[in-house]
């Protein structure tokens, strides 16, 4: 739990507005970013700035903890999309054996582990907007992951196991929910094939007894026609009309 200067730090942060930072990364990184990393009880001299990962730079590295608890950050400018820039944190944190990934711009902050058997864009365990850091909750929760004393003392991966445990869970609720739907939606064109054969076979009856109403006047007129000329009296309509 935040101590009451580290929630007023915090607070001072979320109403930052966008002319207050910066759009630049630079800008989102040193105001909004590092700040942020210092609520959670990492000091300055624990961050270390543009550390070399193969051929580019990442942003952020956490010095000073377990090699199994590696945290990198990728900040962007405050606008990004940080959906662009995915495959590029992965990267990241693969190279770097990462426990925590990390990337945000000046409004959302996203943090992802890498999971076995699957894709990272699909390992993102937490995603919170800024003004939303106002809620115990959301601070809370951000502490577990983060927070330098959880991360100190691997307390953070625990976090991460149960979290992960929590994804593959929900996923294969949804697998066997897509299973299921796709069930009934199968039986539901099957009925759907059924009733327009009926409805085919309906139409081509009533289509044949319409075509039969329309001839019992006709047939009536020649069997009317056939008795006057077998009796060889002369045909009236008229007649005929009235009886």
Aim: net charge negative; glycine share 4%; with cysteine.
């Amino acid at each position: 739990m935040l101590n009451e200067a580290n929630r007023e730090k915090l607070l001072r942060l979320i109403r930052l507005k966008r002319e207050e930072v910066g759009t630049s990364e630079e800008n989102v990184k040193q105001k909004i970013i590092v700040p942020l990393l210092e609520v959670f009880g990492h000091h300055r001299n624990d961050l270390d700035f543009e550390l070399r990962s193969g051929r580019k730079f990442i942003d952020i590295y956490i010095k000073g903890l377990p090699a199994d608890c590696t945290v990198i950050i990728d900040t962007k400018s405050y606008d990004q999309n940080l959906n662009d820039h995915i495959d590029q944190i992965g990267n990241y944190a693969f190279q770097e054996g990462a426990l925590l990934a990390i990337i945000a711009n000046g409004e959302e902050f996203r943090i992802y582990s890498p999971m076995r058997g699957y894709s990272f864009r699909e390992s993102l365990f937490y995603c919170v907007k800024k003004e939303c850091l106002v809620k115990e909750e959301e601070q809370s929760t951000l502490e577990s992951y983060i927070g330098r004393d959880n991360l100190v003392s691997r307390e953070s991966r625990t976090y991460v196991r149960l979290r992960e445990e929590e994804i593959v869970d929900l996923r294969m609720k949804i697998e066997r929910l897509h299973g299921q739907f796709l069930q009934q939606r199968k039986e539901l064109e099957l009925q759907l094939a059924d009733l327009a054969q009926e409805r085919s076979d309906m139409e081509a009856r009533i289509s044949r007894l319409r075509d039969q109403l329309n001839n019992l006047d006709r047939d009536k007129e020649k069997e009317i026609e056939s008795l006057h000329t077998q009796t060889r009296l002369p045909y009236s309509e008229t007649y005929d009309a009235d009886l």
